[in-house]
């Protein structure tokens, strides 16, 4: 079987995951991570798409948890990270260690540019179509190495110790004028830090700004503390009008 495993938060990781399962073979089986467990144990047979954004340099804690309780009987699997533009660090054999140490073979992996959820013109129009062309030849030439037999592990970038990231100790505020208490925000944080009873009321220690709450809200009433964006806009303003390219190791 074949399966596609992402976690997307905002959307972005999803489009690629899909691109390279739909050019890998027909009907993949898709997993959304990003609020489930998803399927645990897979069969020799198998392939596996795994696909994860780049939060500071690393993977998303929550996802590495849910990670490193994913089980392979020498699965065969493709990596793919997605980042904002500045750069994925030590995230994309962050993802693969764990991998190989669950009992996966990793034969082929990515790291591809989107958006940045930080910076309206970081990246702002990708993945574009340049980005799903090189999709698309990244899960050829994929298919290939799997068909000729060649299992062997892709020596990705990044070092041991990993980037520390420790996330940011705030969430984004709600307004409480505009909320209608709609619930959407609620529903689909990915990891349950809003409040369902009064949803302007959010667990900064729980909340890991993945943005799917700012992005998904009918009243544009979310959006992260004044000060915190214009750090984030001037961190990131550099990265603005810079095209990074995609990466592909086999
Ligand atoms: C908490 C957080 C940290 C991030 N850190 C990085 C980073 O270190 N490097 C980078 O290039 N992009 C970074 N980004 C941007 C995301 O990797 C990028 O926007 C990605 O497309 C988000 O994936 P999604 O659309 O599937 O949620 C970060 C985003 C968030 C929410
Ligand atoms: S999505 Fe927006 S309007 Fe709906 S409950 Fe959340 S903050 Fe309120
Ligand atoms: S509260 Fe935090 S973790 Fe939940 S959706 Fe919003 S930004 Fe993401």
């Known amino acids: 079987m074949l399966y596609c495993l992402y976690y997307s938060p905002c959307g972005s990781t999803q489009e690629y995951a899909v691109k390279v399962a739909e050019t890998l073979g027909p009907n993949p089986i898709y997993v959304d991570l990003t ?28 996802l590495v948890e849910k990670l490193e309780r994913m089980r392979g009987d020498q699965s065969h699997v493709i990596t793919m990270v997605v980042y904002g533009n500045r750069a994925y660090d030590d995230a994309l054999l962050e993802l693969n260690s764990i991998l190989v ?27 574009d179509k340049q980005d799903f062309q090189e999709a ?13 037999m060649d299992y062997s592990e892709p020596k990705v970038p990044g070092s041991k110790p990993y980037r520390e990231f420790a996330g940011m100790p705030v ?9 209608f208490k709609c619930g959407t925000c609620a529903t689909n944080c990915p990891v349950g ?7 302007t009321q ?49």
């Open 35 to 62: 609020r489930s467990d998803g399927r645990l144990d897979f069969q020799r047979e198998d392939i596996v798409i795994f696909a994860a954004p780049v939060y500071g340099g690393r993977l998303p804690v929550p």
């Open 136 to 148: 698309e030849a990244f899960a050829n030439r994929a298919k290939y190495k799997y068909d000729e």
């Open 202 to 250: 959010t667990d900064a220690l729980k909340c890991i700004d993945c943005m799917r709450c700012v992005q998904n809200c009918p009243s544009q009433g979310r959006v992260l503390p004044q000060k915190v964006q214009e750090m984030l806009l001037a961190k990131l303003s550099p990265l603005a009008g810079v095209r990074k390219a995609n990466e592909f190791f086999y």
């Open 101 to 127: 140490g669950d009992g996966f073979e990793v034969f082929a992996s990515a790291a591809f540019v989107a958006r940045h959820v930080f910076h309206p013109e970081v990246a702002a129009d990708r993945p």
């Open 193 to 199: 830090a809003i409040s369902k009873e009064d949803p």
């Open 171 to 179: 969430a984004p505020i709600a307004d409480p004028a505009s909320c």
